[in-house]
């Protein structure tokens, strides 16, 4: 009786590791955020096993249910669509339920957007804050002005069709001049990772339509006062 968290691709199916298969190979069911999606990965890794939808719309009432299956003996594993669950999509409810149960637990290293984000962005990682997605609407302009002080580097989902809002709310929260990375496609064929100012990047996603999953690496405060502090001794 246990619960596996089992990181998966976020793009390229080459990445899962061997024990991700394993696991995935000995577990009773696998709960899947969409099992669409979770279907088609276990299918190219010759897998065949029961899937259950869980996902940001049912886990509330599917969590109790999931506890007890697991109690009485079986074993799952929790996927999400792509990297690893609980980061930034559902997973962190089953996972508190299960610690209060006394059920086990045990996640695996694998696959997660932020940090090959991260590294490739340039900026120093050795402190970092992850912020996640943004509050759509309410909430969004106060978290702004609150990470407008932040020193450390801060990393952010965002969907495609908000980039560039979003790269604009930056330039007025944090300045024009504050250096940014956007990753999209990670691991992908059509991998882009795009270094620059706020100004910078946002003229070069602008004039186009932008697809794919995007992560937002942000320079914290500190470090363009470490730039500034640079140059003027140049």
């Not at 299918?43 to 007890?68: D, M």
């Not at 944090?174 to 990047?201: C, H, I, P, W, Y």
């Amino acid at each position: 009786m246990k619960l596996y968290i089992v990181p998966t691709p976020i793009g390229n199916l080459e990445d899962i590791t061997l024990r991700a298969i394993n696991v995935l190979k000995s577990v009773d069911a696998v709960l899947a955020e969409d099992t669409r999606t979770s279907g088609n990965l276990l299918k190219h890794l010759g897998i065949s096993k029961p899937l259950h939808s869980y996902h940001i719309h049912n886990e509330h009432q599917t969590v109790a249910r999931v506890v007890e299956r697991i109690r009485k003996g079986e074993t799952m594993a929790l996927v999400s669509d792509a990297g690893t669950p609980a980061v930034s999509d559902p997973g962190f409810l089953l996972v508190r339920a299960c610690i209060r149960e006394g059920v086990l637990v045990e996640c695996l290293p694998g696959p997660t957007a932020f940090v090959p984000a991260l590294v490739n962005s340039g900026l120093p990682s050795d402190r970092f804050t992850f912020e996640g997605f943004l509050p759509h609407k309410k909430g969004r302009q106060t978290r702004l002005q609150n990470l407008a002080s932040e020193e450390r580097t801060m990393i952010f989902y965002e969907s495609p069709h908000r980039l560039v809002k979003a790269l604009q709310q930056f330039a007025e929260h944090f300045g024009a001049d504050r250096q940014v990375s956007v990753s999209r496609e990670l691991s992908k064929m059509f991998e882009e990772n795009v270094r620059g100012t706020v100004t910078e990047v946002i003229a070069h996603f602008g004039d186009k339509p932008v697809k794919g999953e995007i992560v937002i690496v942000v320079a914290g405060k500190a470090d363009e006062k470490r730039k500034s502090n640079d140059e003027d001794e140049d």
